[in-house]
Every structure is written in structure tokens, then in C-alpha cells.
């Protein structure tokens, strides 16, 4: 609260001027952190070369450069290939990511020369006045100049949730934000020596980090990892002691035997969903400031809602004025009017009001209206429901009003409650205007007020919020709204949008304070109203406390801790600086409608990795499996590296790409680990045992040829056909494309095996008719095996 004198007015701070600013610039004093939504382009390529993985394929690919022929080493090819595809995919959502920052960043207004503008964050300097209203975060630190009613909410940086009234020489922190108020600071640190300057640069990264799928994949990577190492051990030792006569033979086969194990293009394809996903929402303007918000959207089972930006537009309008106990209409019209001139950051309510009783058009400057003189001014703040306004009348005498919620001004059972609850039944907004007798600054000063008239406005429903929760309803997501209006009013509103449960508004006033209990009303009740903002962070909690995962959205500066503490924070893009800023995703073009994109995207990703991961962790398995058996049995390795690579690249390499974008709509399930392997580990080991017989019983129907090629042919044909009935599996339910894919697959490996040029380059030549039908015999039989047991292991996922 501030008194308001025309002196005030006349002796404001005109900020720096043109020339200071220049001179700043030149020194450097420039708040020069970068905006950043993603890794620098070195990160990316980093990230993708310099892996574990990367570096075992690209040793044992020299190996084969030097032992040779060249087409035992086209995994090289491949990996390099792989590696090229996803930095190209990354900088491309780099990109998208950039550009979608850039039109969503906030511009702070610096006041220069006596003039206010917006200016982008990185052009602000040293000594630069910077002017705060609601919902504007504090971009560097600095001293506070002006405070008219300021509060400032400093809970995320020091995790204090009541906001702190701030005064001129109190010094304003980086990374907080304002609740209520305005005024203006001066920078007094800048750049990176900013107190959150390093916190804010790490909250807008493209980061992979809380992912159940990377975790996931980085789980099963180290068990790889520890299987590797001693299989790859015994059968280097294996196979010098089989090879001896022939060392090159010998190098040729171990290569064969480990590169498999290595599922290198799961953490490509990978990076590569989440990429592609990202330009795709990027195109209907959906900025994710953190790239597992794709993931972590799709996994959620209830959806917060606020009302106001999320169901209704901002913008609302007065519908009627109804005074009170013979109030005067014209001098109610007038109050109304000073009090918006009042305030010069207004909120939604406030700016309708201002629109229907603007200020005249000859007031004087400084003054809402001819005669009148704004002595003090309470803004209006989201915790106490009000805002206020003290003035000297044009007849000389004194008046303190306040304009706010009915049912927190005035004393239960009022006569004025039952209209009120009417209009709320009706879906209109009400706002009570009151005259007190209390001075602004007292704690009490809504406690004995006089009711003059009450404000109807009537809210803009979204056109495209009904459809939105249908679709949530249909996915099985819960839709909680959660919204600091009042109860039946925020109840009709969602009953317009047909949203099941919003016939039983709760008050959030009448809500336990116990976690486990506000749960058990949380789960069952659908609309809350009169919700403060700590209670926002308490309903978030007490449903995360349920097992649930929980994302909300908003847009105001009421909603930043729920925001900050649900599993998702969604903001739309007209929001406050604060909502934005701790947000996982924004949709700047202000559409809860985007919401479900976000979701099909995230289901597309969760459900198309795991069948890719599949694809790739059978081949890791049978791959351990084969070594171990040939280091037992004493036998050469089945295959060389060229073979494997044919067959991954047809089976696994190919379809992957395809199969990892595809639309997919399976729900969400946790576990990703334990699913993936539950499939996995008896495919991988139904396909070893297969191709392993096939090699048995080939070495000896030829024996006495000496024809390892013709072994290995007949091996590799088996494995073959049990890693298409694998895919086939995988990339069921069948469409035409699917259908297709897996027969194109098909037809690609019989191309091999008909050219002659083919077949010497990939040394594959079936020899006689009994020893190949025996493998497609027993590829057979294993796919039988397969169906049986993959159909157990789903009736057990599934239960």
C-alpha cells in the first residue's frame, strides 16, 4: 500500500538515459546469460559421438579394417550412419526449440529516458529501472525503487511460501516473482553474477534427465554392459583355441560374436522419438522446456485445472450492476471507476470493470476522475480475495472501498448471499463492492464492511474445452479444476462443458488439512473453488501422496507453486513470467486443446520405444546366449559380423525407424524394464536355442565338406526367420504398412541369398534342400514356441 501525491507523479525515477545505456554496453555491463531451450550444438554432437557404445563398436570396427574383408565391417557404416541421423534429428529440435523460446520469452519493461518499453532480458544493463506488476518475474537482481502494494513471492528460492511486502531500498532477487502490487527496481547485478542466473539457464535446457524411459534404457544398458565382459572374454578365448590355424578367422569370429550384444541404436532411437516429437508439437505451438514432459504428459492420471485462461478465456465482460440497500447507481459507477484507474496493473476482473466504467476523459493525471484523489491503493492478491482503494471525494470527504469475492467480504447467512449464489448457479462471476471504515493497512479492514452493489461478469467459455476433457475422460485421465473463484460458480461453469461431478462443487475453505484425508476428497470430488495458492500446492501433493501422477495447468501467478511441485506443469502462453518460467510445457497459442497432442505424442513415444527396445534386447540376449553355448560346445562362432549386420539392419535396424514414429495410442504403463525384458529375455532365448540347433545339426550334415560357409548359411536363414516372426510380433496390431514392412523385410533377405553377387559379398550360399528346409523346419517350430509364450507373458503383463 502507497499514498498517491502528484508529487510522486512529477519526481518519478526517469530511469537511465539513451547515452548511459550505450556506455554500459560498451563496458559490458550487460545481462548477457543466454536464453536457452536446449544443448548447444557441441553438447549434441558430444552426446551422440563420445558414447560407451560408440567406442566398443569403433574399436572392434578397426580390428576388422586390419584382419578384413571390408564387409565385416559395415556395422562401422551403420553406426556412423545411426550417429549421423540423430545429431541431424536433435539439431533440427534445437531449432524448433529456439525459435518456439524466442517468441515466448518474456520481455521485461525497463523505463529509459522517461519512457517505458519492452526489451528483450539480454538487453538489459547495469542501473536499468525495471518495472514489476502481477505475475512478473524478477529477471536480475537488484534494489527496489518504487512499491505501490508490491509483493513479491520468494518460495523458489528460498522455499518461504508467504510472499514478502516489499519497500523501496529492499532488495528484489532473481527468480522471484510478484503476487501482487507494482513498482520498479534497479539492476544491480547482471549476467551470470545474477543470483539465479545458473538456476534459470538450467530450468529452460533440452534435457533427457527424469525420464523413466532414458533411466529405463540406461538400466538396462549396464546389465548389457556387465553380461558382456565375461561372455566376450570367454569367447575371444574360445575361439584362438577352436581358430588356431587361422588367427584372422578366429578375430573375424569374435568380432561376429560381440558386436550383437551391443544394442546401439536404442538410445538413437531414443533421442530420435523425443526429437521428432518435439517438432511435431513445435508445429501447433507447444514449446517443451524440458524434453521428458512428452513422456511424463502421457503418463499422467489426473489433469488440475484452472478455471480462468484454462477452461475460459481471460477476457471477461460486466453483465449487469446491482446496488445494494438504495445505493446511488451513478455514484457506484463512479467508485468503480476510480478504483480501476487505481490500479495500473489490473487483472481480468478489474479490466472488465475499467472497460465499462472508464475513467473520464477529463480527469487530470494523477486522479481517477475530476475531484478525486487516490490516497492509498491495496492490489488485489489472490490469497486474501480483494483488492482496495482509499480516496479524498470530490464533496471533500473520505472513502475506503474494497472490491472482491461476496462470500469472503461478507459474514455467512447475509441476506445479499442467497442472489449471489443464484448468479453463481448460473455460471456468472460475482464481486462484491464495499465500503469500510477501517484504514487499508488494517488486518481487519474487510471485517464490518457496508455492501454498496454487486459486479456481475460473465466469463468466456474456451469453444474448445468440452472436447478437451472428453477426450481426457476417454483416455481415463481424471480432470480436477481447481480455481480460486467460487465454488458453485467454478461447478456451473464446468457443467456447461459437461464435466461429470461439477453438480457437486467443493469449497476449498471446508477442505481437512491432513494430507491423507484432503486425498480422499480429492479423489472423489471433480470442481473446488475458493482454492488459495498454498492450498493449490497442498492438493498436488496430497494426490502425488495417492500414487498419483499429477499435472497442472494455468496460467496465473496463483498457479506457480502447484505449477513448480505437479509431476507436469503446463502454462499457456498469455500467462505470467512466473508460470512460464517453471513450466515444463507452454502452449503459446493459449489452447488447452493442444493438451491432448501432447498426450497421443508422449503414449507415441512410451509405446513405440518399448517395442523398439524389444526388438533390439532379443538380439542382445540371443546374442549372450549363442557365445555361451559356443564357448561350451568348443565350436566356431555360428556367424561373422557381416551376417548379423545384414540381419539387424533387416530385422532391427530398418523396422526400428519405422515402427519408433508410428502413431501409437496404448495408454501409458509404468515398469518400462520390467516389461521390455519380460518379452525380451524368452524371445532372445527361443531365437539363440534355434539358431544354435539349426548350426548343430549343419555341421553335422556337412561334415567332412569343410563348409563353414554352408553352416553358417543354414544358421543364419533360422535366425533369420525367428527375427522376423519376432518383428512380426512387435509390430502388431498389423495395419497395411506393417504388413508390408515386415514382408518388405522379407523379400529384402531373399534378395541376398538369389544374387550371386550378394551371396559372396555377405557369404551366404544354401547348400543342397534337406539342411535348409531343416532350418525353416525348426524356425518354425520356434515361432510356435513363441506365439505360446509370448501369449503368457501378455495375459501376465495384463493382469
Not at 543466454?34 to 548447444?40: E, L
Not at 565375461?230 to 575371444?236: K, R
Not at 476449498?508 to 493449490?536: C, H, I, S, W, Y
Not at 522376423?724 to 508390408?740: D, E, Q, S
Request: charged residues 20%; proline residues 5%; contains cysteine.
Amino acid at each position: 500500500m502507497t499514498e498517491r501525491t502528484d508529487t510522486e507523479v512529477v519526481t518519478r525515477n526517469t530511469g537511465l538515459t539513451s547515452g548511459e545505456v550505450a556506455e554500459r554496453v560498451a563496458r559490458g555491463e550487460v545481462n548477457d546469460v543466454p536464453v536457452r531451450s536446449s544443448r548447444s550444438t557441441t553438447e549434441i554432437v558430444r552426446a551422440n559421438v563420445f558414447t560407451r557404445f560408440n567406442a566398443i563398436i569403433g574399436f572392434l570396427f578397426l580390428i576388422i579394417l586390419v584382419v578384413g574383408p571390408i564387409q565385416d565391417g559395415l556395422f562401422g557404416f551403420v553406426i556412423v550412419a545411426n550417429t549421423a541421423i540423430g545429431i541431424i534429428q536433435e539439431l533440427r529440435a534445437k531449432r524448433t526449440l529456439d525459435s518456439l523460446a524466442v517468441i515466448g520469452e518474456a520481455k521485461p519493461s525497463v523505463r529509459r529516458d522517461g519512457a517505458s518499453a519492452e526489451i528483450h532480458t539480454s538487453e538489459i544493463v547495469l542501473g536499468d529501472l525495471i518495472e514489476l506488476g502481477p505475475g512478473d518475474k524478477v529477471v536480475v537482481d537488484g534494489v527496489i525503487e518504487e512499491a505501490d502494494g508490491l509483493e513479491i513471492d520468494e518460495s523458489l528460492l528460498t522455499g518461504e511460501a508467504d510472499p514478502v511486502l516489499k519497500r523501496a531500498g529492499d532488495q528484489a532477487m532473481s527468480g522471484s516473482f510478484v503476487v501482487a502490487g507494482g513498482g520498479a527496481f534497479t539492476a544491480t547485478k547482471v549476467g551470470r553474477e545474477a543470483y539465479a542466473a545458473q538456476l534459470a539457464d538450467e530450468a529452460s535446457r533440452f534435457t533427457l534427465v527424469n525420464s523413466e524411459l532414458r533411466n529405463g534404457i540406461s538400466q538396462i544398458l549396464k546389465y548389457v554392459m556387465w553380461m558382456m565382459v565375461p561372455t566376450a572374454v570367454g569367447l575371444i578365448i574360445s575361439q584362438f583355441t577352436v581358430e588356431s590355424h587361422d588367427g584372422r578367422e578366429a578375430v573375424r569370429r569374435t568380432v561376429g560374436g560381440i558386436v550383437p550384444m551391443v544394442p546401439e541404436g536404442l538410445v538413437l532411437l531414443t533421442s530420435v522419438a523425443f526429437a521428432i516429437g518435439v517438432i511435431r508439437l513445435g508445429r501447433k505451438q507447444c514449446l517443451v522446456q524440458e524434453l521428458p514432459a512428452i513422456e511424463g504428459l502421457a503418463r499422467v492420471d489426473i489433469v488440475c485445472l484452472d478455471k480462468t485462461g484454462t477452461l475460459t478465456e481471460g477476457g471477461m465482460d460486466v453483465s449487469d450492476l446491482r446496488p445494494l440497500d438504495g445505493a446511488d447507481p451513478d455514484h457506484v459507477a463512479r467508485v468503480l471507476s476510480a478504483l480501476g484507474a487505481s490500479d495500473p496493473r489490473p487483472n481480468a476482473s478489474l479490466q472488465a470493470i475499467i472497460d465499462a466504467y472508464p475513467k473520464p476523459a477529463d480527469a487530470v493525471d494523477g486522479s481517477p476522475a475530476p475531484g478525486w484523489r487516490c490516497t492509498e491503493a491495496l492490489p488485489f492478491s489472490s490469497a486474501r480475495k480483494y483488492s482496495g482503494a482509499a480516496f479524498n471525494e470530490p464533496d471533500g470527504t473520505s472513502s475506503t472501498w474494497l472490491l472482491g469475492a461476496p462470500d469472503v467480504l461478507l459474514p455467512a447467512g447475509h441476506a445479499s448471499l442467497a442472489e449471489i449464489d443464484q448468479l453463481n448457479n448460473e455460471g456468472l462471476r460475482v464481486l462484491l463492492l464495499a465500503r469500510t471504515d477501517r484504514a487499508l493497512d488494517d488486518p481487519r479492514v474487510a471485517e464490518s464492511v457496508t455492501p454498496y452493489a454487486l459486479v456481475v461478469l460473465e466469463q468466456r467459455l474456451r469453444p474448445d474445452a468440452g472436447d478437451t476433457l472428453r477426450y481426457f475422460a476417454e483416455q481415463n485421465v481424471q480432470t480436477k479444476v481447481i480455481s480460486g473463484d467460487n465454488a458453485v460458480s467454478v461447478g456451473a461453469v464446468a457443467g456447461k462443458l459437461g464435466l461429470p461431478g461439477a453438480e457437486e462443487p467443493v469449497d476449498a475453505r471446508q477442505l481437512p488439512t491432513d494430507q491423507g484425508a484432503m486425498a480422499r476428497v480429492l479423489e472423489n470430488g471433480t470442481v473446488f473453488g475458493r482454492v488459495t495458492p498454498q492450498q493449490k500446492r497442498d492438493m498436488v501433493g496430497a494426490l502425488q501422496s495417492r500414487g498419483h501422477n499429477v499435472a497442472m495447468t494455468g496460467d496465473g501467478v496463483n498457479d506457480v507453486l502447484a505449477l513448480k511441485d505437479a509431476d507436469i506443469g503446463v502454462s499457456m502462453g498469455s500467462g505470467s513470467e512466473a508460470t512460464r518460467a517453471v513450466a515444463q510445457i507452454v502452449l503459446l497459442n493459449n489452447s488447452f486443446a493442444t493438451l491432448p497432442s501432447v498426450v497421443a505424442e508422449g503414449r507415441r513415444v512410451i509405446g513405440n520405444i518399448t517395442r523398439v527396445a524389444t526388438l533390439f534386447l532379443t538380439k542382445t540376449v540371443y546374442s549372450v546366449l549363442l557365445a555361451v553355448l559356443v564357448v561350451c560346445w568348443q565350436v566356431p562362432y555360428p556367424f561373422l559380423p557381416r551376417h548379423l549386420t545384414l540381419l539387424s539392419t533387416l530385422t532391427i535396424g530398418v523396422p526400428a525407424f519405422f515402427l519408433a514414429l508410428a502413431p501409437n495410442k496404448e495408454r501409458a504403463r509404468p515398469h518400462f524394464v520390467r516389461r521390455v525384458m519380460r518379452y525380451s529375455a524368452p524371445a532372445g532365448i527361443i531365437c539363440g536355442i534355434a539358431a544354435m540347433l539349426t548350426y548343430l545339426l549343419a555341421r553335422h550334415h556337412y561334415t567332412g565338406s569343410g563348409s563353414l560357409d554352408a553352416e553358417t548359411s543354414a544358421a543364419t536363414l533360422t535366425l533369420f526367420l525367428m527375427e522376423v516372426w519376432v518383428l512380426a510380433i512387435v509390430a502388431r496390431p498389423y495395419t497395411w504398412w506393417r504388413i508390408g514392412l515386415v514382408l518388405a523385410m522379407g523379400v529384402g533377405f531373399v534378395i541376398v541369398l538369389v544374387v550371386p553377387w550378394l551371396q559372396d559379398f555377405f557369404a551366404l550360399k544354401l547348400v543342397g534342400t534337406q539342411m535348409p528346409w531343416t532350418a525353416v523346419g525348426i524356425a518354425v517350430a520356434g515361432g510356435v514356441v513363441l506365439e505360446f509364450v509370448w501369449a503368457w507373458v501378455r495375459r501376465r503383463d495384463a493382469a
